[in-house]
């Protein structure tokens, strides 16, 4: 079992519908929890970062973290076609003198118009 | 701010050549560098890391190896090539806090 979870899509979607990606982890230790996005051919970039179980907003975007379920999720509201990339979960935990990330394979979105 | 460079932005190799990848970062100092490959379907795959000049940790075992020669420059070699090495290789930075930035990547193509 990977430590983190999350289904590749691809997940296509007309514009303006809300988006719901998620991703489960088995890891108790993960202390944060990131969402980030990657255009095609692109670099990722940080979309969310949370910390404790709840929701956290962000214009149209809103992480949450569900830790008693080992469970996150990032929701779109009313998406553009400029939100079709890949999204990234990455959970992070102590180890050593390092802080390690640990990540999702990612879900493809296509938000047609 | 922050910034992070990476090139060349697009390379095709032979296999067997040798291979030289730079990363540079501006607008911080003394910060973690990372070194991954991203490989279509397989995710991020964390290759090396560093907490400092000339403090190199490999994650996985391969051909590739990394310096990081000055503080805000990392960089990532190989002597011989494999047609496995082709991807998309990241270099990202993090000073503190939890999350890290990546640079736009390079593109790799072993024929």
């Known amino acids: 079992q990977k430590e983190v979870e999350q289904d590749p899509g691809p997940l296509s979607v007309p514009e303006g519908a809300i988006v719901s990606l998620n991703c489960t982890y088995s890891n108790s230790a993960f202390q944060y929890f990131m969402w980030y996005r990657q255009y095609s051919r692109k670099g990722p970039e940080l979309l969310m970062y949370?910390?404790s179980s709840g929701n956290k907003e962000d214009g149209r975007f809103t992480a949450q973290v569900d830790k008693s379920s080992k469970y996150i999720s990032l929701f779109i509201r009313d998406s553009q076609p400029s939100d079709s990339a890949t999204y990234l979960c990455a959970m992070s935990y102590n180890a050593g003198n390092n802080r390690k990330l640990i990540w999702g394979l990612g879900t493809s979105l296509a938000v047609n118009p | 701010s922050q910034t992070i460079h990476q090139w060349p932005a697009t390379l095709v190799q032979p296999v067997g050549s040798p291979l030289s990848l730079e990363c540079t970062v501006e607008g911080t100092s003394n910060p973690n560098l990372y070194w991954y490959r991203q490989a279509a379907g397989r995710g991020l795959q964390l290759l090396f890391y560093?907490?400092?000049?000339?403090?190199i940790s490999s994650e996985v075992p391969q051909n590739l190896s990394a310096s990081r020669p000055q503080d805000r420059q990392f960089i990532l070699s190989s002597k011989k090539l494999l047609l496995s090495d082709s991807g998309f290789y990241l270099c990202?930075?993090?000073?503190?806090?939890?999350?890290?930035?990546f640079g736009p990547g390079t593109r790799l193509l072993v024929l």
């Open positions: 560093s907490v400092g000049i000339g403090q």
């Open positions: 949370t910390y």
């Open positions: 990202a930075w993090r000073r503190g806090g939890e999350t890290q930035y």
